[in-house]
């Protein structure tokens, strides 16, 4: 049987995988959708940070801080700091376009970033798993 940690964790990189695939997607898209792809990047790098610190035993709010989840994730893997700048420029994502305002969305060279930055950190964070655990994402 199944161990219910391993399961929940393969849980949050498969959602956070599909987040980084859905923001793809929308960055393709002929309309503009660039608002949205972003905010999937954010949401992916929360979900890989959260399946670490599940798989850590660490407790996490539930916030869309990706500092302040990098920084708990730090506490167990100092690795994890080389990470900080992408989760400065991704934590802003999860609200900056989702409403009206002065700048509706950003620009495609900052989708592409979003992109790059996500994939690295869900790929950072999913070769920290035994492949038991990951290995199926």
Not at 68 to 82: E, G, I, K, N, V
Not at 120 to 125: E, H, K, N, P, S
């Amino acid at each position: 049987m199944d161990d219910p940690k391993h399961t929940e964790i393969r849980q949050w990189l498969v959602k956070a995988r599909h987040d980084v695939e859905s923001a793809k997607v929308l960055a393709a898209h002929p309309h503009s959708l660039r608002d949205t792809a972003v905010y999937h990047c954010q949401q992916a790098a929360e979900k890989a940070l959260k399946a670490y610190l599940t798989w850590a035993d660490s407790p996490f709010q539930k916030i869309h801080d990706l500092t302040t989840l990098l920084a708990q994730c730090s506490r167990h893997d100092a690795a994890f700091s080389q990470h900080q700048d992408a989760c400065e420029i991704l934590t802003p994502y999860a609200t900056l376009f989702r409403y009206p305002g002065e700048v509706m969305e950003p620009d495609a060279s900052d989708v592409a970033e979003a992109i790059q930055l996500t994939t690295q950190i869900l790929d950072f964070v999913e070769a920290r798993f035994p492949s038991d655990v990951a290995g199926s994402v």
